[in-house]
């Protein structure tokens, strides 16, 4: 039996209670249910008491007594951060193309060259599982020292079946070996592959009849993604693909509206998406249905910091009453990053997010984008013990140090797992 935890006299304990239902909108410092002097009590993984120490040791003497004390005096308490969209199972390097981006070559001029996405696909197609999984390993162990304690992980670099599966079948042995939980996405729709680049309806029709099914029967992923995008998958494409995973249990995600205003945004409303990722170029009117049909926007700032794009329009889709979660895209192409932090920073300073935003961001709503808010994403009774320990007062001081780690300790399942 594990020996219980108790964190007291937190300068500041953000429990984000109270949201484990539906992801917040235009949330702010009330939201985030923050309480002084504040301390937790842990056992066997889960959250057993939250509130002020003086209450807590008077209602749990015994169970305290038996605990592990960690003193947070003056220090930041949150919730463990969750990366709602990653690319972190593929082989690897695609350094290069950085000077071709500085010479003024698009990503989709480099795509049409055999790069991006192609090469990545090229060098995951040829590495044996161990040799994905190790690579794959050394992100996530990147990962954890930035505070990540869920993540989400597509495939995508396959574009075949063997391939794909070979990509989730990682991820799950990752799940099962690795400190951090790794949440699965089909995302065979990332690329039309080079023998159907004059038939790709060929390639949607194989996905749908030859691999979602297989995927699905076996338990692989949660969810199903597509990239809607011009040069990419149409709309009605997109729409066929994403109404296929749904017919086999798988829920949708959409990669919308990155490069242009795509109408991906809209299809993401149509069909009821868990979540619509990228969105630098969404129309209002896409912003709107997102809003109405409660599909979370998982903006992705170190993708456009990367490729030199202007920003997702973050403050216009929380104000229009969309909620927003923050993720690196962790990906060897457009954001080879692994740092939440930076992401916050970027959130704050480029997209005119709040702090209280911004936390909710990468918390309580980056786990509904993946289904996870009635588990972790909040600091509660009964939940995951899922939870960051910063040197820093105050969670203004994550932005007001920008591009700094303030992390002091990563809690994952009531255990320290970095310090």
Known sequence: MDQPLFIRDANELITLKGHSVKPLIRPDESDLSIIRNGSLLIKEGKIVAVGKTAELESIYPGLISEAEVIDASGSLVTPGFVDPHTHLVFAGSREREFAMRLKGASYMDIM????????TTEQTNKASFDELYDQSLTRLDRLIKQGVTTVEAKSGYGLNLETEKKQLEVAKELNRSHAIDVVSTFMGAHAVPAPYKKTPDEYVAY?????????????????????????????????KILHAGKRYGLLPKIHADELEAFGGAELAAEVGAVSADHLLCASEAGTSQMAAAGVVAVLLPGTAFFLQKKMAKGRMMIDRGVPVALSTDCNPGSSPTVSTSLMMNFGCLMMKMTPSEVMAAVTINAAHAIKRGSSIGSLEVGKKADLLIFSVPTHHHLHYHFGENHIDKVIKNGHIIME
Request: with cysteine; charged share 20%.
């Open 112 to 119: 049409n060259a055999g790069g991006g996405i192609y090469a």
């Open 207 to 239: 996905l749908i009849e030859a691999v979602i099914p297989i995927i699905a029967k076996e338990s692989l992923a949660e969810f199903n993604d597509v990239f809607c995008e011009k040069g990419v998958f149409t709309v009605d494409q997109s729409r």
